[in-house]
């Protein structure tokens, strides 16, 4: 492969990581400043560096989009990490990522990922088996999802909801003013 490929796959494996869900072909042509065409011959040249070796990673992909999963032959060893990452108590990370939802919800991951520095993607995968968060299609963007705390957090909390949380106004005004206006739209 090309010096400009490699280049290439490592910006698509990059996309998939951070990008966490399925991503939109067209959508990856488009950052990558590639073709469809090229998009589909990154996909198959990552997914054959995946399956070769023993690696835990995968690519599940259609006509239309991509996304990088763990391998079937790994879900064991997942879901005992999974039970016990729901019968520990909350991570300071998820705490984190809590607050943030609960305070600025409703929000995209993208934005929650620009909030931490990090992707948040298994704890909100964490928080919604939990019952604390859930997730819903944003209204005014069809391909993003919205995460907000559940009623069951607010019950939890023994608040009525997000407006009677401590310090609220305060908090939402430094949440709104966190981000460029860009960071917002994935």
Do not use: C
């Not at 039970?83 to 998820?94: H, I, M």
């Not at 984190?96 to 995968?125: H, K, M, Q, T, W």
Request: without cysteine; charged residues 25%; glycine residues 4%.
């Amino acid at each position: 492969m090309e010096p400009i490929a490699e280049s290439k796959l490592a910006a698509l494996e990059a996309l998939l990581f951070v990008h966490g869900e399925p991503l939109a072909i067209k959508k990856i042509a488009a950052v990558l400043d590639v073709p469809e065409a090229a998009v589909a011959e990154l996909i198959t040249a990552f997914r054959e560096s995946l399956a070769a070796g023993d690696r835990g990673l995968a690519l599940v992909a259609n006509d239309h989009s991509v996304q990088l999963v763990t391998k079937a032959a790994l879900m064991p060893v997942i879901q005992e990490f999974v039970k016990q990452e729901l019968t520990e108590d909350l991570t300071p990370a998820s705490l984190e990522a809590l607050s943030l939802v609960a305070y600025l919800g409703p929000l995209p991951r993208a934005r929650l990922d620009y909030l931490r520095g990090v992707n948040s993607s298994f704890i909100l995968r964490n928080l919604m088996m939990r019952g604390l968060v859930e997730r819903f299609p944003d209204p005014e963007r069809s391909a993003v999802m919205l995460y907000r705390a559940t009623i069951d957090l607010w019950k939890h909390l023994g608040v009525p909801g997000q407006e009677r949380l401590p310090e609220y106004d305060t908090f939402k005004t430094l949440g709104t003013s966190a981000e460029p206006e860009e960071a917002a739209a994935p």
